[in-house]
């Protein structure tokens, strides 16, 4: 093989060679495989895994606080004791934290009675309990409202006939649910005052239909979960013992 | 193709390797005939244990570790493989309350995952909580009709990404659902949602045309179909109204699907559109097959569901 014949071949391998790009698709194969135990477990993965799960099992149930009694949404007509206790406990907690960064109180505190999303058990209660209560993680707001929403909000409530968490806002109503007393605080309501009211961002953009925080005069956003309002709450009393009260009431 | 054709296309392209040995080896790496396995999840929801036996609906199934497993076996038997997700990692189970999508991006790191979008719910810690976990996950996050630039996002998450597996060039794009009322203004701040369909149109263009892709995946988390709403932009609807996509790889309704379902595109060609459910019961596996010769080609790709 002389110097031209090994270019010349070389020419032709090249020319074989590129063409054989191997890009034409001419078959798909689908299918779904399903994981399940017949699966060995990778052990790299089930080890680097084993600590965070038990971290985790050993604070849902470590014991933060005790509940005298079981309390149930269901129990209690335009209030409950464990919606009291819920919206107490968000006031409790975001009061500091607002006053702290506005130098401002929260006036009152609204939350959905369909955001109550289990019982409280008598006896021990564990972070898995505000896991329960509170699954999903909506975070602490407050909203500046003019009277005129505070309005909304009251009447929003008396049409609902609904238990929704309420503090610092104390209702009463006639048999016909025409308002007979409304305070905010101990006072009756101010025309010009402006009104701070912790809830939680799903509510502010419109859940559960309750549209009265727009327009508003402000928007604090206290990056505070509700189930860590609950957590820390819990870790800060021993014992809970919420009741029904007179907060929102039916004078017959 | 029967084995037999396989043995004789593989002894040809051994064959010319030993040719090439001479002094061309660039040129022939291959054997005629190529495979790209494309392995995928969806909707996981931080499910990284299985199911009890207790379970009522799912008992026993799942399990990031048996994925794991499988998916490591299928990497020995095919290398040129790709791991994408198609968004809704985060929430659903205590391992996200409490490390906030952590561990859900260290695992996926560990399985090699290649590339992943984002999911409606992987804004649940908001922009800045994603952001915040973005340097724990060793993968891509994909999306190109979400505008991030007025956000800690932008330039963290890119539009699409070409990956080369034995000379075939896989584009890789991504897809979302429109977040407005379905998350909080607040989680998602100043992220713009861009029309799903124009997007992929744009999308197609530079893959296929610009840089010459040999095989372009959509992953999506729009949803597989919507019955009710007509107007609402599906994963059926996007294939339909769009070209040179060869496999859309869905999420968000949680669809669980017997096998892929082939649609038509825009151009009347064949593609498929897929899903597997949710919660890592069950991993998707699309097997693409390339050739030289263009002739095997001539009666258009087969598809084998």
Known sequence: MNYKQI????????????????????????RQISINDSLQSNTEIEAFIKPFREHIEKDLDSVLAFAVDTYSKSDGYLNTAIGNFMADAVYEQANPVFKSRTGKDIDLVILNHGGIRSIISKGNITSRTAFQLMPFEN???????????????????????????????KLSVDEN???????IKGNILDTNKTYYVATNDYLFNGGNNMTFFKPNEGLYNLDYKIRNVLIDYFKKVDTINPVIDDRFIQIK | MNRRDFVQQASIGTALI?????????????????KITILHTNDVHSHIDPFGPEDGRNANKGGIARRASLIESIRQENPNTLLLDAGDIFQGTPYFNYYGGELEFKLMSMLKYDAATIGNHDFDNGISGLYAQLPHAKFDFLSANYDFSNTDLNTHVKPYKIFEKDHIKI????????LKGLVDPFLYKETKYLNPIEITQDMTRILKQEEQCDLIICLSHLGYQYKNETNKISDLTLATATKDIDLIIGGHTHTFLRKPT???NFEDKNMLVNQVGCYGINLGK???????EKNKTANGTSIIV
């Not at chain 1, 025409?178 to 305070?183: C, E, Q, W």
């Not at chain 2, 584009?171 to 429109?178: A, K, L, S, T």
Request: with cysteine; proline share 1%.
């Open chain 1, 7 to 30: 270019i010349l071949s070389l020419l032709v391998l090249t020319a074989i060679s590129c063409k054989e790009q191997n890009k034409y698709l001419y078959r798909i194969e689908g």
């Open chain 1, 139 to 169: 975070s602490l707001v407050v909203v500046a409202l003019k009277r005129s929403q505070i309005d909304s909000l009251i009447n929003f409530l008396v049409q609902n006939k609904t238990a929704h968490p309420i503090s610092k806002l």
């Open chain 1, 177 to 183: 649910f025409n308002i007979v007393s409304a305070t």
């Open chain 2, 18 to 34: 030993s040719l090439g040995g001479i002094g061309l080896s660039s040129f022939t790496s291959s054997t005629a005939s190529k």
């Open chain 2, 171 to 178: 584009g890789v794009f991504g897809i979302g659902i429109e």
């Open chain 2, 262 to 264: 082939i649609v038509k």
């Open chain 2, 286 to 292: 699309i097997d693409f097959y390339f050739d030289s």
